[in-house]
């Protein structure tokens, strides 16, 4: 196995400290002025921005004021290392490339909904905009970047959708699987009018309606039951 320490014991040396901020002993993600911070605090920390009682700067108040403990800015609290997103510049937790989550999830999207010429299918650059405006873009990037489990599907189906294969229209989305996704996607696109508003019972009830004509074998009664039902 591939590991970079050779014994428990390296790997409670190299990697384990007491948190600096909650006491807890663990993996630390971060050296910090004031210590070793766990991967809980330092991601809690980074998200908190306000106006640093040190230098009045509008910043992320991930650094502690030696005398009195008060958040203060980064700079302000001597860190070494810098939380600004190479891309925009805001400060947070970076991800790979030191890109904010932000610009993470908007270059995911970005890629996902590309129509095979390096932009966003034009007709979905208003559910690209959805996606990467949620409150929480940190919801927004599990929603797309997982390749695991359930998210699996919501990227298969955003590939779908860019490349065109899934036509945007009502009808296109009723065989679509994993279907509690595609639900999801298609709540999404009428949120942003990429698809028209329908009542939610109407698309369950036209899943059903698609479902049980698959059991209806003989043609005429398949005409009828739709004849009736639409
Ligand atoms: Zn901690
Ligand atoms: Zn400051
Ligand atoms: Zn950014």
Redesign the pocket.
């Known amino acids: 196995m591939d590991r970079p320490y050779a014994t428990a014991e390296q790997y409670e040396r190299w990697f384990i400290r007491d948190c600096a901020r909650c006491g807890r002993r663990g993996t630390f993600a971060a050296r910090w002025p004031d210590g070793h911070v766990c991967r809980t605090c330092h991601d809690r920390t980074l998200r908190a921005h306000g106006r ?6 509008d ?1 992320v108040l991930a ?1 502690l004021r030696a005398e009195d403990q008060a958040p ?6 001597g860190f070494s290392i810098s939380y600004a997103c190479v891309e925009c510049g805001q400060e947070g937790k970076l991800h790979a490339g030191r890109h904010c989550t932000r610009c993470t999830v908007t270059r995911r999207v970005a890629e996902l909904l590309d129509d095979g010429t390096g932009r966003v299918r034009p007709e979905l650059v208003p559910l690209a905009e959805l996606l990467t405006s949620m409150d929480n873009p940190l919801s927004g990037l599990a929603r797309v970047s997982s390749r695991h489990g359930r998210s699996a599907g919501a990227v298969d189906l955003l590939r779908g959708l860019g490349r065109g294969d899934i036509v945007l229209t009502h009808e296109a989305f009723h065989r679509l699987q994993p279907w509690r996704v595609a639900a999801h996607l298609r709540e999404l696109l009428m949120q942003c009018d990429v698809l028209p508003r329908i009542d939610k019972q109407v698309t369950l009830f036209e899943r059903w309606l698609l479902e049980h004509l698959d059991t209806v074998t003989e043609a005429e009664q398949r005409r009828l039951l739709r004849q009736y039902t639409t």
């Open positions: 640093c009682p040190s230098c009045g700067l910043r650094g203060i800015c980064t700079r302000c609290a």
